[in-house]
């Protein structure tokens, strides 16, 4: 299973990025997708996640800002991310969590800089 991760960028604060993760098999295989994030010099943590039938759940932080959806026809997984903050600067990764395994996605890098 390979999922590839890309939309990442430079952007001022206020503004927006698309983030990107398309799985080399069906997304149907996985209970729950997620994108996670992992700032200079701390912990990886979760954003947000969408499970099979659409639930999603975010952080605190990003509530509001961050909407997390799903195209099942094209196997992907999205993260659309508006009004960005200098503390969303971070690698964002892609993840997905099937029955006996979790998969990973390479990590696409969001500065938010003016």
């Known amino acids: 299973v390979q999922l590839q991760a890309s939309g990442g960028g430079l952007v001022q604060p206020g503004g927006s990025l698309r983030l990107s993760c398309a799985a080399s098999?069906?997304?149907?295989?996985?209970?729950?997708m997620a994108w996670y994030r992992q700032a200079p010099g701390k912990q990886r943590e979760l954003v947000a996640r969408?499970?099979?039938?659409?639930?999603?759940n975010y952080i605190e932080s990003v509530k509001g800002r961050f909407t997390i959806s799903r195209d099942n026809a094209k196997n992907s997984i999205y993260l659309q991310m508006n009004n960005l903050k200098v503390e969303d600067t971070a690698v964002y990764y892609c993840?997905?969590?099937?029955?006996?395994?979790?998969?990973w996605g390479q990590g696409t890098l969001v500065t938010v800089s003016s």
């Open positions: 969408i499970g099979s039938v659409g639930a999603t």
């Open positions: 993840n997905a969590v099937g029955l006996t395994a979790s998969y």
């Open positions: 098999i069906s997304i149907f295989s996985f209970n729950v």
